[in-house]
């Protein structure tokens, strides 16, 4: 089994939509993140959190909001879709040294 | 913000020959991270490194700290080494990644 996992994998909306993307991880990792990918730019950073009880925004965070509801589990949500959010999302956890990030299979997310 | 510059964006080759991809940075950094990204998607991290040189298998990874520079180097490339090779640098300790664009490596048979 995976160590990172993300649901759903793909998911079309539409403009205004409330959407959760879901992350969760059996490496008992504290620190998760979020990125959004978008074709020609590299990977930026959403949110990101080094326990429980720390949540932290990242380069681009207008727009999403998340929630860590236990150390395996980091939530994404867009409170209201918007089309410039299609984008590949990936969730990744790292151990507290941070020497390396692992990586979720990712979700397509494409608002219309 | 630092900014990362990957080149070539492209690159073909032919199975069997050296692949050199680049990396470089503008303000100075804690460690630079090498990941490889799948034609699926999935993105794995291949090396960490604040100095020096590291080596896995086919690939080696160099970093000059000076230079503000790093190369990736896959040597005896096949067509599975295809993918996206992504750069990344990390700033002090507080370990958030500035990710590069990518170089897309083709290796045809």
């Known amino acids: 089994d995976a160590d990172v996992t993300q649901t759903p994998r793909n998911r079309i909306t539409k403009t205004g939509k409330r959407i959760m993307l879901e992350c969760s991880q059996t490496k008992g990792h504290d620190r998760m993140y979020w990125y959004r990918q978008d074709p020609g730019l590299g990977l930026r950073l959403i949110y990101y959190s080094f326990d429980v009880k720390d949540i932290n925004k990242g380069e681009i965070s207008d727009g999403y909001s998340v929630s860590r509801q236990a150390q395996a589990k980091f939530s994404l949500s867009l409170e209201s879709a918007i089309p410039n959010q299609t984008a590949l999302y990936f969730c990744?956890?790292?151990?507290?040294?941070?020497?390396?990030?692992?990586f979720g299979p990712g979700t397509r997310l494409t608002v219309l | 913000k630092n900014e990362v510059e990957q080149s070539p964006q492209n690159l073909t080759a032919q199975e069997g020959e050296f692949i050199t991809i680049n990396c470089s940075y503008s303000v100075g950094i804690s460690a630079l991270h090498w990941l490889q990204q799948h034609p699926g998607g999935g993105i794995v991290s291949l090396f960490m490194l604040s100095s020096g040189k590291k080596k896995h298998g086919r690939l080696i990874a160099t970093i000059n700290i000076q230079e503000k520079h790093s190369s990736l180097h896959i040597t005896a490339s096949h067509p599975r080494d295809s993918a996206v090779y992504i750069c990344a640098v990390e700033e002090g300790s507080n370990y958030k990644l500035t990710f590069g664009k990518g170089t897309l490596l083709t290796v045809n048979p």
């Open positions: 990744a956890t790292s151990d507290f040294r941070g020497t390396e990030q692992f």
